[in-house]
């Protein structure tokens, strides 16, 4: 199969994307696949460049404003379809993560190329990016999630807020932008952080308690694993940098609230309408109460990611999972 990596962009989470299409590359010629990379900000990647392009660690922070300003300059998403490597594949494999390449921007142009790519349809995608949009769509569906509200560009705020609560970019992912606000006086200061990278934001009630996910593939539930963080909240840091948390699957769980967690993950798909593959992340509360905090399309493939982690846990090594995600692909 000739598949084509899509990678890169020119998100907050860059390189993520760049860290994801490291390990999906080498999964997919492992098994004898025939492998290309493009960078949607830079064009096409060859073999040769790679090891030099593509970094395989992610950094403890996230690409400079100015740095992505610049990558933005060269941005090829109109350009797609000039591509060799991109008209003549089988599959495209979408390693992108936040902004254009997982709010349906990618997605639609993919469309009108026609080639099959992974990942959920454009719909799906814009709805699950604005967290606004899929938590009306989850509690619509029977999915619990925390109380919230969203702060308009004006930055008034119409309702009281009862700290401590998660301020964050309604449209980001990875954390970026996210604080978790314990004073009122964190709260400005977290707010003009969090409209760097969005011009919604959300304030959302914070949940203690334990934090898990779910990987859904082709329809079905995955392991639940559970994450258990260096620092208070699953951050940037946290998520790609080696040590940084403890990853469980599958996670120490009552088999009736992974049963349950499994339900939701599923639930939650299919109300955000999304594709073969994504990972539903959750908080459990001290009361045994889930929550669902958000749906990931195209979900992290880096080495210390959490849906190959959630694959592996039942039977799935990771090879075999990029395969059936690129199969998914020509299914729908």
Same mark, same amino acid.
């Given at each position: 199969m000739k598949v084509t990596v899509l990678t890169g962009g020119t998100s907050a989470e860059r390189d993520v994307a760049l860290a994801s299409a490291v390990q999906v590359v080498a999964a997919l010629r492992s098994r004898g696949h025939q492998v290309s990379v493009v960078d949607t900000a830079r064009g096409?990647? /060859?073999?040769?460049?790679?090891?030099?392009? $593509?970094? /395989?660690?992610v950094g403890t922070k996230p690409p400079t404003t100015a740095r992505l300003e610049e990558l933005q300059r060269g941005v090829l998403v109109g350009s797609l379809s000039q591509i060799p490597a991109i008209k003549g594949a089988d599959v495209l494999f979408l390693a992108l993560h936040g902004g254009a390449g997982e709010d349906g921007t990618i997605q639609s142009v993919l469309e009108v190329i026609g080639v099959p790519?992974?990942? /959920? *349809? @454009?719909l799906g995608s814009a709805l699950a990016m604005d967290k606004d949009l899929s938590k009306k769509l989850f509690e619509a569906a029977g999915v619990p999630v925390a109380k919230w509200i969203m702060v308009p560009p004006s930055r008034a705020l119409e309702a009281p807020v009862a700290l401590p609560v998660i301020v964050k970019p309604s449209k &980001?992912?990875?954390? =970026?932008?996210?604080? +978790? $606000?314990? /004073?009122?006086? &964190? %709260?400005?200061?977290?707010?003009d952080l969090a409209f760097q990278h969005d011009d919604e934001v959300m304030l959302e009630e914070?949940?203690?308690? *334990?934090? %898990?996910? =779910?990987? $859904? +593939?082709?329809?079905? @539930? +995955?392991? =639940?694993?559970?994450i258990i963080p260096k620092h208070e909240i699953f951050d940037y840091e946290c998520k790609y940098q080696p040590g940084m948390s403890e990853e469980i699957f599958p996670a120490k769980l009552e088999d009736k609230i992974a049963k349950e967690a499994q339900r939701l993950a599923v639930l939650a798909h299919h109300a955000l309408k999304l594709g073969n593959y994504s990972r539903i992340d959750f908080r459990l509360s001290p009361e045994g109460k889930l929550y669902c905090l958000e749906a990931n399309t195209l979900p992290g493939m880096t080495a210390t990611s959490l849906l190959p982690q959630s694959g592996a846990a039942v039977g799935i090594p990771f090879?075999?999972?990029?395969? *059936?995600?690129? @199969?998914?692909a020509t299914r729908q």
């Amino acid at each position: 199969m000739k598949v084509t990596v899509l990678t890169g962009g020119t998100s907050a989470e860059r390189d993520v994307a760049l860290a994801s299409a490291v390990q999906v590359v080498a999964a997919l010629r492992s098994r004898g696949h025939q492998v290309s990379v493009v960078d949607t900000a830079r064009g096409y990647i /060859s073999e040769e460049d790679e090891a030099t392009l $593509v970094p /395989s660690k992610v950094g403890t922070k996230p690409p400079t404003t100015a740095r992505l300003e610049e990558l933005q300059r060269g941005v090829l998403v109109g350009s797609l379809s000039q591509i060799p490597a991109i008209k003549g594949a089988d599959v495209l494999f979408l390693a992108l993560h936040g902004g254009a390449g997982e709010d349906g921007t990618i997605q639609s142009v993919l469309e009108v190329i026609g080639v099959p790519y992974t990942g /959920s *349809r @454009a719909l799906g995608s814009a709805l699950a990016m604005d967290k606004d949009l899929s938590k009306k769509l989850f509690e619509a569906a029977g999915v619990p999630v925390a109380k919230w509200i969203m702060v308009p560009p004006s930055r008034a705020l119409e309702a009281p807020v009862a700290l401590p609560v998660i301020v964050k970019p309604s449209k &980001q992912g990875s954390t =970026v932008g996210l604080t +978790l $606000v314990k /004073s009122i006086e &964190q %709260l400005k200061p977290a707010i003009d952080l969090a409209f760097q990278h969005d011009d919604e934001v959300m304030l959302e009630e914070f949940i203690p308690g *334990r934090e %898990l996910t =779910v990987g $859904v +593939l082709d329809g079905k @539930a +995955l392991a =639940v694993g559970e994450i258990i963080p260096k620092h208070e909240i699953f951050d940037y840091e946290c998520k790609y940098q080696p040590g940084m948390s403890e990853e469980i699957f599958p996670a120490k769980l009552e088999d009736k609230i992974a049963k349950e967690a499994q339900r939701l993950a599923v639930l939650a798909h299919h109300a955000l309408k999304l594709g073969n593959y994504s990972r539903i992340d959750f908080r459990l509360s001290p009361e045994g109460k889930l929550y669902c905090l958000e749906a990931n399309t195209l979900p992290g493939m880096t080495a210390t990611s959490l849906l190959p982690q959630s694959g592996a846990a039942v039977g799935i090594p990771f090879p075999e999972l990029c395969e *059936r995600i690129c @199969a998914g692909a020509t299914r729908q």
